[in-house]
């Protein structure tokens, strides 16, 4: 059998700033999500067979796998926009309350740059990509308002620039952002950003950065590219269903408060290894 997934929406593009997260800090409380024994099925075998994976508000996360379908699955699974064969899927608050409600996952998620869902086409501009972006997030999307971003995103002088010659650091800052900029949206998954070249260091410093400020980021890559950022990944079997596990390599936490003071959200109660969590708003 095979899963049926959700459409997801569409996509944009982003730049110098590959060090310079979304300007606006998260202001809901943490959220925690976790993937318990989840397959998804394809026409010619398993597309996805993960054990277990957790992350939250306030952490990076990196899973680095073999080409293939598996990394779509994840994505789009983790984002509530497909849903497992088997498997739960589980949104978890600061308070211990939980959901597996997919629509409430898709609202508070966004899966950046994953080809056929939302990663932008690439003969559009950038201005294009921003005003499209700009109003989904139903804010103001006209020239102007365009403008204003890139100046804000040092990405002024690329108005006119084709999404597809971006350096793949800008074009990874610049999709995280916009999608970040979406209302409600916590947390954030990456779809292969080596894909585009660069240095892993570039996109994984962006990813950090989003965390810090209280987003919670799956990032996806290779296993060339995990090993480039220095972090031991198991070997590839070359197995099918090896194809469509891929393994956690590292795991940051550079928003998650470490003491709860007043005025501070608690953190999440452990779980399955991890902490940090959400708070249902």
Known sequence: MQAQ?????????????????????????????????????????????LPSLTFGTGQCVLVA???GEGHSALAL?????????????????ADGSSTTSRARLRALSAVVDLPGVSAPD????????????????????????VRRWLEEHALADRHDTRVDELDGPVR??????LAAGRPGVRLLVLV??????GEPSDWWAIAEELAGRGYGVLVQCLRSSAHHLGVAVPPSRGDVLRRAAPDEVMRV????????GPGQ???LPAGDGTEPGEEAS
Do not use: F, K, N
Request: charged share 25%; hydrophobic share 35%.
């Open 5 to 49: 997934g959700a459409p997801a929406q569409r996509r944009t593009g982003r730049r110098d700033v590959s060090r310079r997260a979304p300007r606006d800090d998260v202001q809901l409380g943490p959220v925690r999500l976790t993937l318990d024994d989840v397959h998804v099925a394809g026409r010619r075998g398993p597309m996805l067979d």
């Open 65 to 67: 796998g073999d080409p």
């Open 265 to 267: 959200p608690r953190a």
């Open 122 to 145: 690439d003969v559009l501009s950038v201005g294009t990509v921003v005003g499209e972006e700009l109003a989904l997030a139903r804010r103001p999307s006209g020239p102007g308002a």
């Open 253 to 260: 936490e550079p928003g998650v408060p470490q003491v709860a």
């Open 77 to 93: 699974v983790a984002t509530g926009r497909l849903a497992p064969y088997t498997g739960t899927v589980t949104l978890t608050a």
């Open 192 to 197: 292969l950003p080596d894909r585009h070249g």
């Open 172 to 177: 990874t800052a610049l999709l995280t952002s």
